[in-house]
């Protein structure tokens, strides 16, 4: 285990529904990331978190919202979700937000939208 | 802009025989280069790292990797495969005045036969 845990684990929604994505990481980190992993696509990067301040927010849908109540949880909260948003989810953090310091992943949540 | 480029989507190989898993960057400043593996319906680990030490990188598992300047590569080796190598590898570069943005590679999966 890597320390960053995600729930649920699976998530299956209609597109009127509202959802939330959970992420805890146990690392004493101060930056947290979503990213969106769609097959055959490179991993996208959706938001940024440093020391609970969102730094950057990648041109991501309002259907997609965060929120970082601390520096140890992430949320992610969908609403009227659409079916290409089906992905799985993935929540990493890091020490810091510099660019030489690796994130660590989670499981992520496999979402699908019906 | 920074960029980065596996050269093949799918590499099969036979058990005990070497991996090489080809990556390519593009970077305008001093990069940190990182190679993740993410097994089916897990999330991503960190494999090895490269920030401007020793070019020749060990990581877990009994991978490495080089970074060439020359040539702008970094690719992945190992000399034994084992069949729990079977997985999907990205190489990953970021620039280190960009706030922990990480670009991702398309990924490359690696086959291993008995």
């Known amino acids: 285990e890597t320390g960053v845990t995600q729930t649920p684990r699976h998530l299956v929604m209609g597109m009127t529904n509202k959802k939330s994505l959970k992420c805890e990481q146990h690392l004493g980190h101060n930056a947290m990331y979503w990213y969106k992993q769609s097959a055959k696509k490179p991993l996208e990067l959706m938001f940024v978190?440093?020391?609970?301040?969102?730094?950057e927010n990648n041109s991501v849908p309002s259907r997609f919202s965060p929120e970082c109540p601390n520096s140890s949880h992430l949320f992610l909260h969908l609403h009227t979700l659409q079916p290409e948003d089906s992905a799985l989810y993935l929540c990493?953090?890091?020490?810091?937000?510099?660019?030489?310091?690796?994130?660590?992943f989670g499981p992520g949540t496999r979402l699908t939208v019906t | 802009a920074q960029s980065v480029t596996q050269l093949d989507s799918h590499v099969s190989v036979s058990e005990g025989t070497p991996v090489l898993l080809r990556c390519n960057y593009s970077s305008s400043y001093s990069p940190s280069l990182f190679w993740y593996v993410q097994h089916p319906n897990k999330g991503l680990q960190l494999l090895l790292k490269?920030?401007?030490?020793?070019?020749l990188v060990k990581g877990i598992n009994g991978f490495e990797a080089e970074f060439k300047k020359s040539e702008t590569s970094f690719h992945l080796t190992k000399p034994s495969a084992h069949m729990s190598d079977a997985a999907e590898y990205f190489c990953v570069v970021s620039e280190n005045n960009q706030g922990g943005k990480l670009i991702f590679g398309q990924g490359t999966e690696l086959s291993v036969k008995p």
């Open positions: 490269y920030t401007s030490a020793a070019t």
């Open positions: 990493a953090s890091s020490r810091d937000s510099g660019g030489n310091y690796e994130q660590y």
């Open positions: 978190y440093s020391l609970e301040e969102r730094v």
